[in-house]
């Protein structure tokens, strides 16, 4: 994937939508009817796509020149149920208007 941006998009969603299920039907089984693997499994998965969220965001910011204010904005939106599908509107938008540059 050559733009940068396009990678964090795809990764800001899978990663949102892995922090609803843990949020949503992970958590209410464990704690609900009691089982504690929805959570290691889901949570495993969530903590790898946050991982590979913050190495994408990293490099959106380096390849697409983003100011550390756009990234940090991202970056909070993340830790916030469901902003990720709020964010990624504004995504859209920047990695249009990365492709545009590089024509």
Do not use: T
Request: proline fraction near 5%; hydrophobic fraction near 60%; charged fraction near 15%.
């Amino acid at each position: 994937m050559k733009n940068p941006v396009s990678l964090l998009r795809l990764v800001s969603l899978a990663e949102g939508v892995s922090y609803v299920v843990l949020l949503g039907i992970a958590m209410p089984l464990k704690y609900g009817a009691n089982m504690p693997g929805a959570v290691k499994i889901v949570g495993a998965i969530h903590g790898a796509l946050f991982v590979v969220f913050c190495v994408a965001l990293l490099r959106a910011m380096l390849g697409a020149r983003w100011p550390i204010s756009r990234a940090a904005l991202v970056f909070l939106a993340s830790l916030v149920p469901f902003a990720a599908f709020w964010m990624d509107r504004r995504i859209r938008e920047w990695q249009s208007e990365f492709a545009r540059s590089r024509e």
